[in-house]
């Protein structure tokens, strides 16, 4: 690894953390709803809390900029030429914004939106297969969290069959299991109410 290499990558890292860490769900609900999100629901500044309280477009609207949050600083770090490992460094460093935003005192969303984007960035067919899988889920249980928890928990899989010959990516792997770390902890108190059948679906307050 040269010195050249070394400067893109904290330059793309810091491009990424700061991108991630744009608080576009807390300004929609500054802006559109005049509420401080982190006082609504369950407290995150992401598009299913703005969907929730703010409103079904500004949820969409927060959706999408999450998700391009994610793809920007990865397809930046392949433009540099940077190797995989430094892809997936800028993509992590994204969704880190997103759940520490400095600006928000590291409070922040749970970054299923921005992984996703990360995901498009790297590799787009396991992208969209993990979105397939969330959308399937949503429609069968209208529970937000449980299809992002179980499109996470599907993502190392997807990403082994994405794998063909010797076309084995390391570092897209532990990107799978880091993530998949990280949506599991962030959606923990999630995961206790579905336990005790007490998680809202769309549509439901919660």
């Not at 299991?177 to 959606?187: G, I, K, S």
Request: aromatic share 12%; with cysteine; proline share 3%.
């Amino acid at each position: 690894m040269n010195l050249l290499s070394i400067i893109y990558g904290g330059l793309v890292f810091s491009l990424g953390y700061l991108l991630g860490s744009l608080p576009t769900g807390y300004l929609a609900g500054e802006w559109i709803a005049g509420i401080d999100l982190r006082l609504k629901g369950s407290g995150s500044t992401g598009a299913t809390n703005v969907l929730r309280h703010v409103g079904k477009w500004p949820g969409l609207i927060v959706f999408f900029i999450d998700v391009i949050k994610g793809v920007i600083p990865v397809v930046i770090a392949r433009t540099f030429g940077l190797n995989d490992y430094w892809q997936v460094i800028a993509g992590l460093a994204a969704i880190t914004g997103h759940i520490w935003p400095i600006w928000l005192g590291w409070k922040g969303g749970k970054a299923v939106a921005t992984g996703l984007g990360m995901l498009l960035g790297l590799t787009w067919q396991v992208g969209l297969a993990c979105f397939g899988i969330f959308l399937t889920f949503l429609s069968l249980t209208r529970i937000v969290s449980l299809s992002s928890v179980v499109s996470a928990v599907s993502l190392p899989f997807l990403m082994l069959l994405s794998f063909q010959g010797n076309d084995f990516r390391p570092a897209y792997l532990y990107l799978a299991l880091v993530t998949t770390t990280m949506v599991l902890w962030r959606h923990r108190s999630n995961l206790k109410r579905l336990s005790k059948g007490e998680e809202p679906k769309i549509g439901q307050s919660n």
